[in-house]
């Protein structure tokens, strides 16, 4: 990252044990806010790019006790461990949350699963979709009567997972700031879609909301809530639930709004679908963009995602950082005390071992030992872009 300030975690070292989804996103989150974040690769190929901008990386073979020595020797000038095996595999490597507290008892040890350290299902192995599924997240997804779709992992993996795993780093290390003293972070993508799942849970506690799906206000059910298809095969989402932004856009569309009838008029609302589905289909996605852009009728394109980044409303925040080879997001929340980025480096695995190793405190011929025990995998290049 570049700019006037390294972000507010510029002080803070993160130590990520690699795995894939919700583990890594988090570390990159805390990198993009400056923490200096280093991977701990397993021997063997890898996905370059994949959650690794802004970190380092060292590759051990954690089976061989020099490289569990040199491991602990790295946490113990660390602030943060994140890691996302399954429950008590750190512990039987030696580099579970007492092994690492007893070398820096400060440490917050963050750990991330599916189903969480404890329970019947705690050994299991799952993914997103299995996840969402048992929370009631899944079920609410898709329309009547059809199985619910598989979506995208963002509500499990990156919303329930990465995004409560950061939230219990960020209080722990509040706390330890002020106490002096470590905490264990048990992030479970289950328990973080179930806290997700709280407005719906308020809504059915208000008998607004119903358990069958396509029958409730944000599920599809209404037809100012729903996507629709256009005449050039793209499509245009609708969104205006306020009275307001719903005359907004009726006011723009060739139909009469007696005819078209009550806004919450559910009897009326299968007619009214097909009315806007005939509709939204006579023009395409760009013609509807211009007619409804600088309304407050809710209609917006929807776009793919090489799409998005060159679309002017998010072209003109810099939502994007583009760069030979690369496309990614820019960072965010935004802090008004951190610049935002202008470019970002990707990890080349186990390139940083020797500065890491040397912070650690061992010197050249202690590295060099390791690397002929095989303990260190020596990288094949400094991180780039």
Request: no cysteine; proline share 2%.
């Given at each position: 990252m570049s700019g006037d300030s390294k972000g507010p975690l510029a002080r803070y070292r993160v130590v990520e044990l690699s795995g894939i989804g919700p583990g890594p996103y988090a570390g990159q989150l805390l990198a993009d806010l400056g923490a200096d974040v280093i991977v701990v690769e397993r021997p063997g190929p890898s996905l370059r790019g994949i959650d690794m901008r802004g970190k380092r990386s060292i590759s051990l073979d954690l089976k061989k006790p020099a490289a569990i020595r040199a491991l602990l020797m790295i946490i113990a000038g660390a602030d943060i461990v994140i890691e996302g095996l399954r429950p008590g595999v750190t512990e039987r490597l030696g580099v579970g949350p007492d092994a690492c507290h007893a070398v820096n008892p400060k440490l917050i040890y963050g750990r991330m699963t599916g189903w969480g350290q404890t329970g019947p299902w705690s050994q299991m192995a799952g993914h997103d979709i299995n996840y969402i599924a048992m929370t009631g997240a899944l079920y609410a997804m898709g329309k009547a009567g059809e199985p619910p779709p598989v979506p995208l992992n963002l509500v499990g993996d990156f919303g329930g997972g990465s995004m409560f795993l950061v939230t219990g780093i960020i209080a722990?290390?509040?706390?330890?700031?002020?106490?002096?003293?470590?905490?264990?972070?048990?992030?479970?993508?289950?328990?973080?879609?179930?806290?997700?799942?709280?407005?719906?849970?308020?809504?059915?506690?208000?008998?607004?909301?119903?358990?069958?799906?396509?029958?409730?206000?944000l599920d599809g059910a209404a037809p100012y809530y729903r996507c629709y298809a256009t005449s050039d095969e793209k499509f245009v989402a609708v969104g205006c639930i306020e009275p307001q932004f719903f005359a907004a856009m009726i006011a723009r569309l060739p139909v009469d709004a007696v005819v078209y009838g009550g806004q919450n008029d559910r009897v009326r609302w299968p007619d009214q679908h097909r009315m806007l589905e005939a509709i939204f289909a006579a023009k395409s996605r760009d013609e509807w963009e211009a007619i409804f852009t600088g309304t407050d009728a809710c209609v917006t394109p929807v776009l793919d995602y090489e799409e998005a980044g060159s679309h002017p409303a998010n072209a003109a925040r810099h939502t994007h950082i583009s760069q030979p080879g690369w496309t990614h997001p820019q960072i965010a929340p935004r802090l008004a005390s951190q610049a935002l980025a202008a470019g970002f480096t990707m990890a080349c695995k186990g390139g940083d071992y020797a500065a890491i190793l040397a912070e650690a405190g061992l010197n050249s011929d202690e590295i060099?030992?390791?690397?002929?025990?095989?303990?260190?995998?020596?990288?094949s290049g400094e991180n780039g872009a």
């Open positions: 722990a290390l509040l706390r330890a700031e002020k106490t002096g003293q470590g905490d264990i972070v048990d992030a479970a993508i289950v328990d973080g879609v179930n806290s997700l799942m709280s407005f719906i849970h308020g809504m059915a506690g208000s008998r607004a909301w119903q358990p069958a799906r396509q029958a409730n206000l060099a030992d390791l690397i002929r025990e095989g303990a260190v995998i020596a990288g």
